[in-house]
């Protein structure tokens, strides 16, 4: 269930009731103030940064997961497909930022719309498969192509430096800057986000995830949603993979591997999948927990996978999921 | 083309097959799994690799590859019946995507568990000196290990056809794969059949990681190679479906051995194309039923 259904069915008046109903409410507002404050209370801005993009692009992922059902582990693909469309632009192509921000977004879309066609034609397991062979496929193609993406040495040279909005002039080389500059695309695709799940769309999605059968009984056709469902997380996860580019200034070929799949699924599920804060808390759990593994080990793909066990084993609601769970019952 | 002659075609296919022997090992034990447990391992492809080390490991130790080839199997199903009663059975009754999430964070751990045990880089490993060089076929030479490869794979696959359809067991099995419910209401204890069942598919594995070695070479990334072609092989195949893994796998092996003659560019990328269209035009693979396609 979802916050609103959850906060909805409870008429009890308590005063945490109170405080969860008009956060609920305020949604967008309340993430964007926490991500505000981010930077100032993180020790340096580039993990806010990286909680920044990675907490979009598991909003995008939880559209399909957490809200359509629809577990895809090829959105390493998407977020690939914004990164190198974004790169591709500046350093190629040398487009100014926001012109290579929507290459970015309309290559993603134009991925997610050919895997999302191939892969709603299975179901269940099977769409998991799918989704990672794929997303797989991408990863050969582009590693391959040497002459666009520069292969296995990845794509250099996306450099933006300063970028200028009227009167205001941002230098990305400074990080809070660059952050708050981020912050901005983040916060219209979060209410894009919170609009589309208000929307009739959302509804339909969500009924898809609770009872397919209902769904096409009431006379959607699920192949046309769960595919703009696709495609619209496909959106999202290009955007972040536009603004990991730029943040990054090179494209490695690593960003289409499927660990990055394995990645965005492993936060989604330990923020709380099917939560609007949920991604972004897990962003920021997943992100703090590899700074400081990284410290004392250099096999912090052992202990996420560790983490990914414990988690799917005992804590399946994760963070954000088990704290609304404990306030709004 | 008038300069391709037959024997090199004949070449290419043969080299295809035994290729495709391993991809249906593999597809093998996924099938097996899923059938039965109604889960996909996504483990698999690390168990893959996993067999692959113990066995190159055993042989380092032994120096016998006839000993490391019981090994594998012998250690593989113990891991698996590890997974299977401490990480997989608490979730049975959960959704689906639950074994499927488990399975997938355990690839990551047996992958970077044999980074920090045999380090990043490949092993090195040919074939033992009773399968080394190359038997003449006709006018051209072929190597011996792959066709000892096509043999012992037709032998496995022969025996666990008897096993399935003349066992005892394999009456179970086949009984719990169309209806679990019905068989525990006979009596039988389903949870010892799944552990044995998903120990059988790990060991699968082990072999085929163990037998693709000196073909293939050892490394930790295997894992993920082989369970992307594993899984494109089950679609193809259709899922759930054994003798569809075992048609898809050789047709997969034929297909990759040829393009990487004539096309090698394309040669990771041919079988994803392949999948592609299958999902267009037959989504519930070459011998899957439409209903199962769930």
Known sequence: MTEAVQIANSHSGSATLAVAHSIEKHRVAAVVMVLAILPVVLPYPALAINI???????????????????????????????????????????????????????????VSAVIGALAIRTRG?????????????LYFIFYQWVSVTGGESGLRGVSVKRIDLGPLHVDLLNPMQKYYFFLLFVAVALAGF???????????????????????????????????????????????????????????????????????????????????????????????LEDVA?????????????????CVRFFPKGVWGSVLARTVG | MADISFGLIALQVLTGLALGCIFVLVATGLTLIFGMLNV?????????????????????????????????????AVLGMFTE???????????????????????????ELIRILFGTDGIPFSAPAALKGSM????????????????????????????????????????????????????????????LIFALGTAIAGIAGFLAAPMRGVIPEMGVTVLIEAFVITVIGGMGSLPGAIIAGLLMG??????????????????FAIMAVILIVRPQGLLGRPEAAR
């Open chain 1, 52 to 110: 920044l993009i990675f907490g979009l692009f598991a909003t995008g992922f939880n559209l399909l997961f957490g809200y359509t059902g629809l577990l895809s582990l090829g959105h390493a693909a998407l977020f690939g497909a914004g990164a190198y469309g974004c790169g591709i632009a500046i350093a190629k192509l040398g487009l100014d930022l926001f012109s290579a921000v929507l290459c970015g977004v309309a290559l993603a879309l134009l």
């Open chain 1, 125 to 137: 397991v099977y769409f998991g498969m799918v989704t990672l062979a794929l997303a797989q496929c």
């Open chain 1, 194 to 288: 919170s609009r589309i799940l208000r929307s009739p769309f959302g509804a339909v999605i969500e009924g898809i995830r609770e009872n397919e059968n209902r769904a096409r009984a009431s006379g959607y056709s699920l192949d046309v949603m769960k595919w703009m469902s696709f495609v619209l997380s496909g959106a999202f996860c290009g955007l972040a993979g536009a603004l990991n580019a730029i943040h990054l200034g090179i494209v490695s070929i690593e960003t289409l591997f499927y660990t990055t799949s394995g990645t965005v699924v492993m936060m989604t599920l330990l923020g709380g999948m099917g939560t609007f804060f949920g991604p972004f808390v897990g962003a920021a759990l997943f992100l703090a």
């Open chain 1, 294 to 310: 990284s410290n004392w080990t250099t096999h912090w793909q052992l202990v996420a996978g560790l983490i990914f066990i414990a």
């Open chain 2, 40 to 76: 996909v391992n996504f483990a698999h492809g690390a168990f893959c690799a996993a067999g692959a080390y113990i066995g190159v490991f055993a042989f380092g130790y032994t120096g016998n590859f006839w000993i490391s080839l019981v090994v594998v199997p012998v250690v593989m």
């Open chain 2, 85 to 111: 009663r401490y990480l997989l059975r608490p979730l049975y009754g959960r959704d689906m995507s639950y074994p499927l999430l488990l399975t997938f964070g355990l690839g990551y751990v047996v992958i």
């Open chain 2, 136 to 195: 003449f076929l006709g006018d051209f030479s072929f190597p011996r290990y792959r066709l000892f490869v096509m043999g012992f794979t037709a032998v496995m696959l022969v025996g666990l056809w008897l096993f399935i359809e003349k066992t005892p067991f394999g009456l179970i099995v086949r009984a719990g794969a169309r209806d679990a419910e019905i068989v525990k209401v006979l009596g039988i204890d389903t949870s010892k059949v799944w552990l």
């Open chain 2, 254 to 271: 034929v297909v990759v051995s040829i393009t990487s003659y004539f096309a090698a560019d394309f040669s990771s990328i041919v079988m």
